[in-house]
């Protein structure tokens, strides 16, 4: 199984902050294709998870340009560019290239 | 645009079997995408529990190898888990999802194992 590692578990933020999460691999994401399957989650309270960031760096659409991707390999991160209330939540890394696999969140909480 | 919608019952006895629907909407489940189910336990882990793709085919979490199974309807585009002798550790929400980008999710069905 793939591993993936998420961190912060927990991110206390105050509305404008910018903010990151990092999840790192067990092991290299690159598939054989050329893509990379690792996406970001954002699952707010009492609703479904919603795409956020797919294939590393692209941004969902309607998803607003505050949240970017980043990262290659093993290392990925998630960054928040002026954290918002309707922002909180929590976020996992998700890949798809081997056996799908999920990070173990970051809950998003306003200080 | 896909739309997913799971069912079943939302209580199961311990050692029984659990079983849900994923209904699709918005695109034929035989036209292409992995069909997946996806569960949240209590606290924050996800698990991926097993797919069945467009042509059938199904892969399995080999932590549930023993326990699992995915089919399908085409003629109503519905899929199905059946997950076998539950403990209360199968408490979770379950999802169906699309795809190795998680961009369609449904609503989830909460399913408490308890005697």
């Known amino acids: 199984d793939v591993v993936l590692t998420q961190t912060p578990p927990t991110l206390s933020a105050t509305i404008g902050q910018s903010v990151s999460i990092s999840c790192r691999s067990s092991?290299?994401?690159?598939?054989?294709?050329?893509?990379?399957?690792l996406h970001w989650l954002l699952q707010r309270p009492g609703q479904s998870p919603q795409l956020l960031i797919y294939?590393?760096?692209r941004l969902e659409s309607g998803v607003p340009n505050r949240f970017s991707g980043s990262g290659s390999g093993t290392d990925f991160t998630l960054k928040i560019s002026g954290v918002e209330a309707e922002d909180l939540g929590v976020y996992y890394c998700?890949?798809?290239?081997?056996?799908?696999?999920f990070g173990a969140g970051t809950k998003l909480e306003l200080k | 645009e896909i739309q997913l919608q799971e069912s079943g019952p939302g209580l199961v006895k311990p050692s029984q079997s659990l079983s849900l629907t994923c209904s699709v909407t918005?695109?034929?489940?035989?036209?292409?995408?992995?069909w997946s189910w996806i569960r949240k336990f209590p606290g924050n882990k996800m698990e991926w529990m097993g797919y069945?793709?467009?042509?059938?085919?199904?892969n399995y979490n080999p932590s549930l190898k023993s326990r699992i199974s995915i089919t399908r309807d085409t003629s109503k585009n519905q899929f199905f888990l059946q997950l076998n002798s539950v403990t209360t550790e199968d408490t979770a929400t379950y999802y169906c999802a699309p795809g190795s980008y998680f961009d369609y999710w449904g609503q989830g069905v909460m399913v408490t194992v308890s005697s």
């Open positions: 998700v890949q798809g290239t081997h056996a799908p696999t």
């Open positions: 294939s590393v760096s």
């Open positions: 918005g695109y034929t489940i035989t036209s292409g995408y992995d």
């Open positions: 092991q290299s994401l690159l598939h054989s294709n050329g893509n990379t399957y």
């Open positions: 069945i793709s467009y042509s059938g085919s199904t």
